[in-house]
T-cell receptor
Framework: DAEITQSPRHKITETGRQVTLACHQT?????MFWYRQDLGHGLRLIHY???????NKGEVSDGYSVSRSNTEDLPLTLESAASSQTSVYFC???????????FGSGTRLTVV | DAKTTQPPSMDCAEGRAANLPCNHS???????VYWYRQIHSQGPQYIIH???NNETNEMASLIITEDRKSSTLILPHATLRDTAVYYC???????????FGKGTRLHILP
């Protein structure tokens, strides 16, 4: 069955380190998205991609980057992790604007 | 995209229909209404969407008023597993990105 997987499920890192969160989908969806979720802020869009080599900034993109070298993967990189980036990160994909998103199970990132 | 307004929380008795309202008075003609839900600590789950006609699927029904300024998501026979935060979202069909609001926290009471 097709799926969308995020790894790792949990990660603890130190301030200043570079961290990459993986998102891999086997739906063959063109569109992929990264969100973060914090208490009091709900889900906020970080970056998104509508296809290979396409990336776009979302609501809260500062300190994050993504790259899309193939259809299946959209890794999220924190260039220099900060405590304010402690959060739960969700990846999602969709086949287009008239379809719903499929979300991954999330990655809980703690920056100490 | 048009803004949506939802009550912060609602209660519903198990086995009864849960009716979740959403106001989107500034919706434009090419914007769709989408509903998602998020069960505690899981990723959000797509439920249903519509433009102006009422829609039904295996999970829920979506009723959109004739002027399209509001809609109601109906869970016909709520169970404890329907306890979640429900998000009503309006977005243009040509633009796939979703901006989530705060949603409605639905409590199903045994």
């Amino acid at each position: 069955d097709a799926e969308i997987t995020q790894s790792p499920r949990h990660k603890i890192t130190e301030t200043g380190r570079q961290v990459t969160l993986a998102c891999h989908q086997t739906w063959n969806h063109n569109n992929m998205f990264w969100y973060r979720q914090d208490l009091g802020h709900g889900l906020r869009l970080i970056h998104y991609s509508y296809g290979v080599q396409d990336t776009n900034k979302g609501e809260v993109s500062d300190g994050y980057s993504v790259s899309r070298s193939n259809t299946e993967d959209l890794p999220l990189t924190l260039e220099s992790a900060a405590s304010s980036q402690t959060s739960v990160y969700f990846c999602a994909s969709s086949s287009g604007a008239n379809y719903g998103y499929t979300f991954g199970s999330g990655t809980r990132l703690t920056v100490v | 995209d048009a803004k949506t307004t939802q009550p912060p929380s609602m209660d519903c008795a198990e086995g009864r229909a849960a009716n979740l309202p959403c106001n989107h008075s500034t919706i434009s003609g090419n914007e769709y209404v989408y509903w998602y839900r998020q069960i505690h600590s899981q990723g959000p789950q797509y439920i249903i969407h519509g433009l102006k006609n009422n829609e039904t699927n295996e999970m829920a029904s979506l009723i959109i008023t004739e002027d399209r300024k509001s809609s109601t998501l109906i869970l016909p026979h709520a169970t404890l597993r329907d306890t979640a935060v429900y998000y009503c979202i309006v977005r243009k069909n040509r633009d796939d990105k979703i901006i989530f609001g705060k949603g409605t926290r639905l409590h199903i009471l045994p």
